[in-house]
């Protein structure tokens, strides 16, 4: 059986990358390494997980160099050789080893009013959305974000820039101005518009390219920025 | 700087660079048709003085410059050195300035 030679990071913002050696298995993911560390190296190490399917979105990792999630990607997919560097997502702080505190990446999404506002009561009766108008299929496109956090990662702007709102957030502003039942459109294009939002974004469109939904927050950010132009002009922002 | 003044220097960013990409384009050709036979002054200046239609392209284009880099510098300078808030927009707005000023002059003096 041959071995595989991984470097994780240990620490929390000050720390260095400690190096393990893994059995090498077969189909193994890059978290069946990280779960063979903790549970047979290394007790102490931290790191995140909870369905292991890519339902849950919290085991994203840098690994080599890519934010990914850790439990969909195979480590034959991520190494020529037999070697692995597993390191906390970035733009995030790192609390311990691979656990980033993902406080900023989800109340920014608040910032950018990523809540639903009801325009009606439990009283009237249900809203019809044609599953094939445009803002239904606008919503479509990006309503399956499960905030792992990899495009915030991935993001140069936000590297640059700790006020950018990011990918995910935006996405999901996005989401909800294209939602025919939200009654808050004014102010979240107001949250979204200017220096720390869409108009930011430079299209480098790492945050689509990484995506493991292939979701394409760029096109949502273009769409913000459109709107948040047309609300502008007509004296709305 | 209010967020309906950040789109708008978006807006203009996005605007003048459309300018400018016709701008370059009839630029380099007149450039590389303008050298055929040797450059000279003379030459240039027999093309351009007193031309109403030069003169009107090369201020669109100077113009377009004065809006376009400094609203790219401004983006430039606030990820790069973190620089937010007032002196940044006084800084790229004497930066519009001096580019418009700059090449407008240069434009007279081909002109008149
Ligand atoms: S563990 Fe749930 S997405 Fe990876």
Request: with cysteine; net charge neutral; proline share 3%.
């Amino acid at each position: 059986m041959s071995t595989l030679e991984v470097k994780v990071w240990r620490g929390g913002e000050e720390g260095e990358f400690q190096r393990f050696e893994v059995p090498r298995l077969e189909s193994q993911t890059v978290l069946d390494v990280v779960t063979h560390i903790q549970r047979h190296l290394d007790p102490t190490l931290s790191y995140r997980f909870a369905c292991r399917v890519g339902m849950c979105g919290s085991c994203a990792m840098v690994v080599n160099g890519r934010a990914r999630w850790t439990c969909r990607t195979h480590v034959a997919d991520v190494t020529d050789g037999d070697s692995l560097e597993i390191a906390p997502l970035k733009n995030l702080p790192v609390i311990k080893d691979l656990v980033t505190d993902m406080r900023d990446f989800f109340d920014k999404w608040a910032a950018a009013q990523g809540q639903f506002h009801p325009t009606t009561t439990r009283k009237d009766d249900f809203a019809r959305v044609e599953p094939e108008s445009p803002e239904r299929q606008q919503v479509d496109a990006g309503i399956e974000c499960i905030g792992c956090g990899v495009c915030y990662s991935s993001c140069d702007v936000v590297s640059w820039n700790p006020e950018y709102l990011g990918p995910a957030a935006m996405n999901r502003a996005w989401t909800l101005l294209n939602d025919v039942r939200d009654g808050a459109n004014e102010e979240r294009l107001a949250a979204v518009a200017g220096d720390a939002g869409c108009h930011a974004c430079h299209t480098h469109m790492t945050c689509t390219e990484r995506c493991p939904k292939q979701i394409s927050p760029t096109a949502a950010i273009a769409g913000l920025k459109r709107a948040a132009l047309k609300a502008a002009l007509k004296g709305k922002l | 700087m209010s967020t309906r003044s950040q789109v708008y220097l978006w807006a203009a960013q996005r605007l003048s660079a459309m300018v400018l990409a016709l701008c370059v384009v009839v630029h380099l050709i007149t450039l590389i048709y303008a050298v055929r036979g040797g450059l000279s002054a003379a030459e240039i200046l027999g093309r351009t003085q007193g031309s109403a239609v030069w003169a009107a392209f090369y201020t669109v284009f100077v113009l377009a410059v004065a809006i376009h880099a400094p609203v790219g510098l401004r983006a430039i300078l606030a990820e790069t050195f973190g620089w937010r808030g007032g002196l940044l927009n006084i800084t790229v707005a004497a930066v519009a300035l001096l580019i418009a000023v700059l090449g407008l002059r240069a434009v007279w003096a081909v002109i008149a």
